[in-house]
């Protein structure tokens, strides 16, 4: 068969991994100059390795994410150190990226909190059946089982923060329990950047003959009488017998308005957060105590969800002697941050570094760059699994697979593989039908 996928991410490229090895002619088509989707890193001069426009990192238990690297040969080039992450409480930060941190972590208070902060935690570690759990809020479901303290303390701040005002009383408790389940404390990253693994797969898929086409936005897609798909992009009108997309719910629905009104509605329904990041290179570090990732509430008052120092994760020396400092948040694209210029976004979020480490000064910032995206978090609402498109789509030949089908499991890279590789065996096994 000739397939079309729309996108180099990871999704699409895994998607195409599978097919090419099953024999079919693949062309991916990509609208951005390189692959990785929101994974895509960029590289300063002097730097050996990339940085991720967003941050990212993997989970030593992501198993797509393990198995994909045995298949490519690449497993090798996987690294996970041991970061340190902590928690705000107070004006201070304290650890909390272990079970003993957890429970020294002067939030939760003494003695009934913690017994069932730890009790609930491991309730959730240990059980399958997330399903019932999708029928409640996270709010609901924790001050009934946490309890009041707990809830305000711990989840409350990181629902706000994750998901606003608007939605943080909305999720659904089968959201946080995958989070719970499956995350581990150990962080993983690739040899040179998440970008060179983006170009070490992509070179991969053209040594299996798929062909890919940077800088290739595509505009339509056009059913034809015969069955086949005609992609309309920059590269022209090509024909193709199956097509997938694995592109944002929006847009998906803007290329095929053909699609069934149900079907399109579903898309067009979805609720998502943008993402607003800023990445800084300081010419000194920041954190003293060697502090990876800062959860931050937002009412401590700080202008942005997490701070991420990137070199306390991995080298400085593997970019210059700079040391990388993210600073993001997930926000709905009316906030202002997504009209804000560079420049207005660098002078709200310089002052709070002060409170990471007094003595910083602005002048310690060597460059900076900003990273906007509209869809970047999926916001699941209750019993959300009954409106998830499917990915096969109503339309023969055409199937979609995004991050917001990845439900119960949260936006990530891991995620994306899994998907991508169950859309390409829905299109052979549809192909041999």
């Given at each position: 068969?000739?397939?079309?996928?729309?996108?180099?991410?990871?999704?699409?490229?895994?998607?195409?991994?599978?097919?090419?090895?099953?024999?079919?002619?693949?062309?991916?088509?990509?609208?951005?100059?390189?692959?990785?989707?929101?994974?895509?890193?960029?590289?300063?001069?002097?730097?050996?390795?990339?940085?991720?426009?967003?941050?990212?990192?993997?989970?030593?238990?992501?198993?797509?994410?393990?198995?994909?690297?045995?298949?490519?040969?690449?497993?090798?080039?996987?690294?996970?150190?041991?970061?340190?992450?902590?928690?705000?409480?107070?004006?201070?930060?304290?650890?909390?990226?272990?079970?003993?941190?957890?429970?020294?972590?002067?939030?939760?208070?003494?003695?009934?909190?913690?017994?069932?902060?730890?009790?609930?935690?491991?309730?959730?570690?240990?059980?399958?059946?997330?399903?019932?759990?999708?029928?409640?809020?996270?709010?609901?479901?924790?001050?009934?089982?946490?309890?009041?303290?707990?809830?305000?303390?711990?989840?409350?701040?990181?629902?706000?923060?994750?998901?606003?005002?608007?939605?943080?009383?909305?999720?659904?408790?089968?959201?946080?329990?995958?989070?719970?389940?499956?995350?581990?404390?150990?962080?993983?990253?690739?040899?040179?950047?998440?970008?060179?693994?983006?170009?070490?797969f992509a070179a991969h898929l053209r040594g299996l003959g798929g062909k890919i086409l940077f800088s290739t936005p595509v505009t339509a897609l056009q059913s034809e009488a015969d069955g086949?798909?005609?992609?309309?992009?920059?590269?022209?009108?090509?024909?193709?017998?199956?097509?997938?997309?694995?592109?944002?719910?929006?847009?998906?629905?803007?290329?095929?308005?053909?699609?069934?009104?149900?079907?399109?509605?579903?898309?067009?329904?979805?609720?998502?957060?943008?993402?607003?990041?800023?990445?800084?290179?300081?010419?000194?570090?920041?954190?003293?105590?060697?502090?990876?990732?800062?959860?931050?509430?937002?009412?401590?008052?700080?202008?942005?969800?997490?701070?991420?120092?990137?070199?306390?994760?991995?080298?400085?020396?593997?970019?210059?002697?700079?040391?990388?400092?993210?600073?993001?948040?997930?926000?709905?694209?009316?906030?202002?941050?997504?009209?804000?210029?560079?420049?207005?976004?660098?002078?709200?979020?310089?002052?709070?570094?002060?409170?990471?480490?007094?003595?910083?000064?602005?002048?310690?910032?060597?460059?900076?760059?900003?990273?906007?995206?509209?869809?970047?978090?999926?916001?699941?609402?209750?019993?959300?699994?009954?409106?998830?498109?499917?990915?096969?789509?109503?339309?023969?030949?055409?199937?979609?697979?995004?991050?917001?089908?990845?439900?119960?499991?949260?936006?990530?890279?891991?995620?994306?593989?899994?998907?991508?590789?169950?859309?390409?065996?829905?299109?052979?096994?549809?192909?041999?039908?």
């Amino acid at each position: 068969m000739k397939i079309a996928i729309l996108g180099a991410g990871y999704g699409g490229m895994a998607a195409a991994f599978d097919l090419l090895r099953a024999g079919q002619d693949v062309t991916v088509f990509e609208s951005a100059e390189a692959a990785g989707g929101l994974a895509a890193g960029f590289k300063a001069p002097g730097w050996d390795w990339s940085v991720e426009r967003f941050y990212h990192h993997w989970f030593q238990s992501d198993a797509h994410m393990l198995k994909l690297m045995d298949d490519l040969g690449l497993r090798h080039k996987m690294l996970f150190p041991r970061p340190k992450t902590v928690m705000y409480h107070r004006g201070k930060f304290y650890p909390f990226d272990s079970i003993p941190a957890a429970l020294l972590y002067p939030g939760l208070g003494w003695g009934v909190n913690k017994i069932r902060f730890g009790l609930v935690g491991l309730y959730l570690r240990l059980t399958n059946n997330w399903q019932p759990l999708e029928q409640t809020t996270v709010e609901a479901w924790m001050r009934k089982w946490a309890g009041d303290s707990v809830y305000r303390e711990m989840w409350e701040p990181m629902l706000v923060g994750k998901f606003g005002e608007r939605y943080a009383q909305q999720v659904n408790m089968a959201w946080m329990w995958a989070r719970l389940h499956a995350r581990t404390t150990r962080l993983g990253t690739y040899q040179g950047g998440f970008q060179a693994f983006s170009d070490d797969f992509a070179a991969h898929l053209r040594g299996l003959g798929g062909k890919i086409l940077f800088s290739t936005p595509v505009t339509a897609l056009q059913s034809e009488a015969d069955g086949s798909w005609t992609v309309r992009s920059a590269a022209g009108d090509q024909r193709f017998d199956r097509v997938l997309s694995t592109t944002s719910p929006g847009w998906m629905a803007r290329l095929a308005p053909q699609l069934p009104e149900d079907y399109l509605k579903g898309l067009l329904e979805l609720k998502h957060l943008g993402a607003v990041v800023m990445v800084l290179a300081l010419r000194r570090q920041l954190s003293p105590q060697g502090y990876y990732w800062y959860n931050l509430p937002k009412s401590a008052g700080f202008p942005y969800l997490a701070l991420v120092e990137h070199t306390n994760f991995v080298s400085p020396e593997h970019f210059g002697g700079d040391h990388i400092l993210y600073m993001g948040d997930y926000l709905e694209t009316d906030h202002a941050y997504f009209q804000m210029s560079q420049e207005e976004l660098l002078e709200r979020f310089l002052p709070s570094l002060a409170r990471i480490n007094p003595d910083f000064q602005p002048d310690w910032v060597r460059q900076s760059w900003l990273f906007r995206t509209p869809y970047a978090q999926p916001v699941p609402l209750l019993n959300h699994s009954r409106h998830i498109p499917a990915v096969r789509t109503p339309l023969a030949g055409l199937y979609f697979a995004s991050m917001s089908q990845v439900y119960p499991w949260d936006r990530g890279t891991n995620f994306a593989v899994e998907i991508g590789r169950r859309a390409a065996e829905m299109i052979l096994t549809d192909g041999q039908a």
